[in-house]
């Protein structure tokens, strides 16, 4: 039930948005599987990885990466999505195949250790979430 999976996404969702902010890499992997995947997807409206990102070397990186870029020119809150913790991220875009809005959600494994991390990018897939301004 999402009540009882609700507060652990939650935290382990916050703990990874604090260790990107401070770009803390080893408390990234602490939070990870070591199989994890990130998922990106643009719908082809927005720049994303053609293919999933297996393995907790290459997922860490990735996400850095995205929060060094786009961590000074973004806003980022907690919110329910479906019934459970996201992410939801607002970017003032620099580019126009840079997604303005993102949604990061994650699955856990019986452990609390995030497996799966999927950002949403594409705007029809993010209809039914309300953000605070229009897209640039």
Do not use: W
């Not at 939070?31 to 409206?45: C, Q």
């Not at 907790?56 to 913790?85: C, D, K, Q, W």
Request: some cysteine.
């Amino acid at each position: 039930p999402l009540r009882e999976v609700a507060p652990p996404m939650r935290r382990a969702l916050q703990a990874f948005l604090d260790c990107l902010m401070r770009q803390d890499a080893s408390g990234i992997e602490a939070l990870l599987t070591t199989s994890v995947r990130t998922i990106t997807d643009g719908g082809g409206e927005y720049t994303a990885l053609h293919e999933p990102l297996v393995g907790i070397e290459r997922v860490v990186r990735f996400h850095l990466e995205m929060a060094r870029r786009r961590g000074p020119i973004s806003r980022v809150e907690m919110r329910t999505v479906n019934g459970l913790p996201a992410l939801v991220i607002e970017t003032a875009a620099i580019r126009p195949q840079m997604a303005p809005r993102v949604v990061l959600r994650c699955e856990l494994d019986v452990q609390g250790r995030i497996r799966e991390l999927h950002s949403i990018l594409a705007t029809p897939k993010l209809t039914g979430v309300r953000f605070s301004s229009a897209p640039d």
